[in-house]
């Protein structure tokens, strides 16, 4: 990847959403392919975001746990959103890898009984996520709106 | 003699070529022709492409992330590999519009089969009442195929629609879920065939043993991405057996472009371009062979009678199979892991009495296992970390029926030619109009499928059945069909066109019925047919 702040930003984009999607720091090739991605055009740029998205990707790019409480608002609320499609590119790019797919897609073998508990403690977690996602991102896209003020770079 | 000229390398040319090689008369094989790439890692496994490539991002999603599929897109449930890009590549000098219809072409060595998921069922003599000839005139021509690309399957309940031909291997290991669903039929087959259902093996063109200097499947995993080993058959297969004829030459890079005819309406010539550097030649002909696909050999017609009366014909009857994707979770596969060694297209058929013996509906079952994930696990209404700490739980479980509805030509559904100037070039027009009684037959099945699944302990999440675009099959057929009557834009029992007496189809232009069953071991046995009875 480049040096410049826009490389940076997307450098440390990629860095949080890993984080987010399978607890590990992003390694060289992920992010040379992150990169790549975006300068191809695939996911669309900031400088196109509205204001939604540029609150969504302001709310998650601050750290794991704020991505996962802005996808959750994002797949309930705006599913065509720039942070859902930077997401999925990286859980695509992430399960091209032996390593990392590993990490996605193991199943944890067990009672029925337990996997319906997690299950059901996942979506409750879930649901909490949202409503307070809702409480931070409602008044930052109302703030991009009326202020019109692109974030990052 | 003079040979024969063939337009195309697809399953019914390549075919049709091996027949009329066979009996000693030489063939010229015109072609687009785009090459398949050499195969990446030819002795890996899917784990060691993941583990091993020195960029499998690349491999697995395209040098433009091609293979990802974004929430906005409304795609299927699965797309083709970056590996087989090159099947869909066009020409710069192939035009379309299409209303109604979404369609494929191919211009590759081998054709849209270089794509396919190896799905062979011959045709009963149900489904071929409305051909000029019988099962028994056709059966040992799927006896020929069998043997020629190899076929794996077994004798079980799905024979009471499909006739057994000679040459079946030996079916291919099933992987867990496959096993599981088929032993829960075995324990609840009164019920399920109450719904007038039957299931049994899928018999796919893979071979289970080496054969011909193919080796037998190994269960790399890999097939979805383009099988490395040619266990999984493809027509440049027998393009390459064609190859070893002094008798056939084959001249890829060449776009056909139109016939000419003589004064007594018979073809002269083929006017071909020559994609790298537009050069114009005309090719003698004698006997000319089209199996380049439905629309394209149909083009070829429409320009060529365009050129030689000025008239724009409007060709009837195009056909395609309705086909709906229904995924389901089957509840004894849960928090179970896959095995991503094993087959990956489908292994599990199913077939649906439905009134009348030719309004069967056919269904194949594949199980999830080494499919990209992400447009799946996206659809999950929750966050992506939730959504991938159920999926992982579920993804064993996953499957999807693919199911087809039979379809017949009917006058709304055209092909015509828009003419070209000197400024652009001729384009084809398609238009679709499905028939009014389609959404209920589709949604008879749809409900009688779902019946099944419950009777084998699977569920079907609501609101992600798929009804694909007409078109998504790619079973086009039906424009010149045969007739016994000799009357103009049809053909004889023999692809023999009642246009032009040198003139042979020998895809799916002439089937007069579209049955629901997978079209491409028919397309085989039929134009080695006409081969062997004409040449």
């Known amino acids: ?153 | 003699m003079k040979p024969i000229v063939v337009v195309g390398s697809g399953a019914s040319a390549v075919h049709f070529t091996l027949s009329a090689l066979q009996k000693g008369r030489d063939v010229l094989m015109l072609d687009v022709g785009h090459a398949r790439p050499d195969p990446v890692m030819p002795g890996g496994t899917f784990a060691e492409l993941k583990d091993r490539l020195a960029d499998p991002v690349r491999y697995f999603l395209g040098d433009n992330f091609e293979a990802v599929l974004f929430p906005t897109t409304k795609a299927e449930y699965y797309g083709f590999p970056p590996s087989k890009t090159y099947v869909f590549s066009g020409v710069p000098q192939f035009h379309w519009r299409a209303t109604g219809f979404a369609p494929l072409f191919s211009f590759a060595q081998g054709g849209l089969a270089e794509a396919w998921t190896g799905g062979v069922y011959p045709l009963n003599e149900a489904e071929l009442a409305a051909f000029p000839f019988s099962y028994a005139e056709l059966s040992p021509y799927y006896d020929l195929i069998a043997k020629r690309i190899g076929i794996s399957g077994a004798v079980d309940d799905l024979a009471r629609f499909m006739p057994v031909h000679q040459h079946l291997m030996p079916p291919l290991n099933l992987d867990e879920h496959s096993q599981v669903l088929l032993r829960r039929y075995e324990r609840r087959r009164e019920s399920v065939n109450r719904l007038g259902c039957y299931m049994g093996r899928s018999r796919v063109a893979t071979i289970s043993r080496d054969e011909n200097g193919r080796k037998a499947c190994e269960y790399s995993g890999r097939c979805l991405w383009g099988c490395p080993s040619q266990s999984l058959y493809t027509p440049a297969i027998t393009l390459e057996a064609c190859r070893q004829f002094p008798g056939f030459r084959y001249t890829s890079g060449v776009y056909v472009r139109y016939f000419k005819v003589d004064r007594g309406g018979r073809v002269r010539a083929v006017v071909t371009e020559a994609l790298s550097n537009g050069a114009i030649e005309e090719v003698p002909v004698d006997t000319l062979v089209l199996g380049a696909g439905t629309f394209a050999s149909c083009r070829i017609f429409l320009e060529s009678v365009f050129r030689a009366t000025g008239e724009l014909v409007t060709l009837d009857g195009l056909m395609d199979n309705q086909q709906i994707l229904m995924p389901f979770v089957n509840l004894e596969m849960l928090r179970r892991r896959y095995d991503p060694a094993t087959y990956q297209y489908h292994q599990v058929g199913l077939g649906l009495e439905a009134g009348a013996a030719d309004q069967y509906v056919h269904g194949q079952i594949t199980t999830l296992k080494t499919a990209l994930i992400h447009p799946i696990v996206q659809r999950v209404p929750f966050d992506l970390k939730t959504s991938l700490a159920i999926f992982r739980n579920v993804h064993a479980a996953l499957g999807i029926v693919n199911i087809n509805l039979h379809d017949r030509r009917r006058p709304t559904n055209t092909v015509v030619l828009e003419p070209g100037s000197t400024a652009t070039e001729p384009r084809l027009l398609i238009h679709y109009q499905v028939d009014t009684e389609e959404a209920e037959r589709a949604r008879r099945a749809m409900n009688r499928i779902k019946r099944v699944l419950w009777e084998l302990n699977c569920v079907v999440p609501p609101g992600m059945t798929h009804v694909r675009p007409i078109g998504a099959s790619v079973h086009y057929s039906g424009l010149l069909p045969m007739s016994e009557k000799q009357v103009p834009r049809t053909t004889s029992k023999f692809g023999q066109s009642h246009d032009f007496e040198n003139l042979f189809f020998v895809d799916g232009t002439t089937f007069p019925f579209l049955p629901a069953k997978n079209l491409t071991f028919t397309l085989m046995a039929n134009a080695a047919r006409v081969a062997d009875c004409i040449f």
């Open chain 1, 1 to 153: 990847m480049g040096d410049t702040p826009r490389h940076n930003v997307l450098a440390a984009e990629c860095q949080v959403f890993c984080r987010y999607l399978v607890e590990r720091d992003a390694p060289d090739d992920i992010l040379a392919a992150y990169d790549r991605a975006h300068e191809k055009g695939v996911v669309g740029s900031d400088g196109t975001a509205t204001a939604l998205d540029r609150a969504l990707l302001r709310v998650a790019r601050t750290g794991p746990i704020l991505a996962r409480a802005a996808d959750a608002f994002a797949v309930t609320f705006a599913k065509p959103s720039l942070l859902r499609k930077k997401l999925v590119l990286l859980l695509a790019i992430l399960e091209s890898r032996g390593s990392t797919a590993a990490i996605l897609d193991t199943a944890t073998p067990g009672p029925r009984v337990v996997e319906v508990a997690v299950a059901g403690l996942h979506v409750a977690r879930f649901v909490v996520t949202l409503c307070l996602a809702s409480l931070l991102i409602v008044p930052l896209r109302i703030w991009y709106r009326v202020v019109d003020r692109p974030c990052g770079t």
